[in-house]
Every structure is written in structure tokens, then in C-alpha cells.
């Protein structure tokens, strides 16, 4: 069981940045695969990235891929997203999720644990 708990978020001007963190509960947060996930209003919950179990692996998301970067810090537990260049768009709840498994996914279903989001507003 692991859980996890988002914070970092808030209100930023379009062009601004925000860090984002997810602290994990648990002995075995350095096996999961970790990944952050967004969610706007009236639309699904997409993939932003996600970053493999020892750190090697990113992946991202077309619409952030050179603005935001993934980062683990597994001797303190955490998950960072660290966002840049912020646009209107990406105003979501932001969400963290770990994945047991090895199979790279982009995919919400594949994450076997979520954490209760943090709300991100971008102004333009």
C-alpha cells in the first residue's frame, strides 16, 4: 500500500513556474514507476509524465515536453514536477500516481495508486 500526497500547487501568471511535490508513504516507493497526471474541468484525465522506478526514464506529454520536468528523490520519498513556462492550459488538478508495473503507460488505469490532487491555476 502506498500513499500519497500532493502539494505546490496554486495561482501563477502565464509564464511563471511552479514545483510540484508527492510525498509517498511506505518502504517500497523506490520500486514504483511514478507518473503525474492532469485533470481540467469537464475533460478526461490525461498524461503529463512519468518517471521509471530509479529515476533513468522520462516521459512526457507533447503539450509539456520541454516546459516541465520529472524528478524522484527516493531517500526522501518524493516525486517533483517541476513546471515552467506556464500557460492558461495547464490550469488542471494535478495529480501523482504510482505504477507496480514495468510496462511504460500513459494510461490512468495502469496506475495502481493515486493521490488527491493539487489544483493549478494559470492566469493569462
Known amino acids: 500500500q502506498v500513499q500519497l500526497v500532493e502539494s505546490g500547487g496554486g495561482l501563477v501568471q502565464a509564464g511563471g513556474s511552479l514545483q510540484l511535490s508527492c510525498a509517498a508513504s511506505?518502504?517500497?516507493?523506490?520500486?514504483?514507476?511514478m507518473g503525474w497526471f492532469r485533470q481540467a474541468p469537464g475533460k478526461e484525465r490525461e498524461f503529463v509524465a512519468r518517471i521509471s522506478s530509479s529515476g533513468i526514464s522520462l516521459y512526457y506529454s507533447d503539450s509539456v515536453k520541454g516546459r516541465f520536468t520529472i524528478a524522484r528523490d527516493n531517500a526522501k520519498n518524493t516525486v517533483f514536477l517541476q513546471m515552467n513556462s506556464l500557460k492558461p492550459e495547464d490550469t488542471a488538478v494535478y495529480y501523482c500516481?504510482?505504477?507496480?508495473?514495468?510496462?511504460?503507460?500513459?494510461?490512468?488505469?495502469?496506475?495502481?495508486?493515486w493521490g488527491q490532487g493539487t489544483q493549478v491555476t494559470v492566469s493569462s
Open positions: 511506505g518502504r517500497t516507493f523506490s520500486s514504483y514507476a
Open positions: 500516481a504510482a505504477d507496480r508495473g514495468r510496462i511504460i503507460s500513459y494510461q490512468a488505469n495502469s496506475y495502481d495508486y
